[in-house]
């Protein structure tokens, strides 16, 4: 079964400062979703990656796939206290989805 | 609004009372899922659906009974509740190749 290892664990941040998660998965991946989520709150979708190379971004939030679809990082520039949270990322197709552990960010002001 | 509604939200038990948590998603989905959120686990799928009256095991089955008679709602059932079933649990859906929604959580303890 597929396996995705997100790291670091955990990530203490300054306000302002740049920060990167990876996601990493043991198959190549169909497609590969980012989510936040507040802590035991609901999951909020942030962005898709499905094909080789892809980068998308949205406000300050920059997401890639690696050529081979079995890497991906996330990258938030100049961070705030509002992306504070949990990220996971999830691999598979839109409806049978493998989550890795998470990332738990805290951004300081 | 597009949404996936939980209920109930919170739900103390105790073991081997049956209970169901429902969920509703109001955006015309092929797909349902549900996964339960656990410390150091992650989120696992327990089952999920790609339509009416198709359903399918997740990771953790075990325990949980689904069922899908209409496509907008998704119910989950534990017959005999146990301690290691308590855990926060969400509902999800999604149609074509577009991404989950997921509703609000429902945390469970069973005693």
């Known amino acids: 079964s597929q396996e995705l290892e997100q790291s670091p664990q955990s990530l203490i941040v300054q306000e302002g400062k740049n920060l990167t998660i990876n996601c990493t998965s043991s198959?190549?991946?169909?497609?590969l979703y980012w989510y936040k989520q507040k802590y035991g709150e609901g999951l909020i979708f942030l962005m898709m990656l499905q094909k080789g190379g892809e980068e998308k971004s949205h406000e300050k939030i920059t997401a890639k796939l690696d050529e081979k679809k079995q890497q991906s990082s996330l990258h938030i520039t100049a961070s705030q206290p509002s992306h504070a949270g949990i990220y996971l990322c999830g691999g598979g197709s839109n409806y049978k989805l493998t989550f890795g552990k998470g990332t738990l960010l805290t951004v300081n002001p | 609004e597009a949404q996936v509604t939980q209920n109930p939200r919170y739900l103390i038990t105790v073991t081997g009372k049956k209970l169901t948590v429902t969920c509703s998603q109001n955006?015309?989905?092929?797909?349902m899922s549900w996964y339960r959120q656990d410390p150091g686990l992650g989120l696992r799928q327990i089952y999920y659906?790609?339509?009416?009256?198709?359903?399918d095991k997740g990771d953790v089955p075990e325990g949980y009974k689904v069922s899908r008679k209409e496509k907008r709602n998704f119910p989950l059932i534990l017959e005999s509740p146990s301690p290691n079933q308590t855990s926060l649990y969400f509902c999800a859906s999604s149609a074509g190749r577009q991404p989950q929604h997921f509703g609000d959580g429902t945390r469970l303890s069973i005693l």
């Open positions: 198959k190549t991946l169909y497609g």
């Open positions: 955006m015309n989905h092929e797909y």
């Open positions: 659906s790609m339509n009416v009256e198709v359903t």
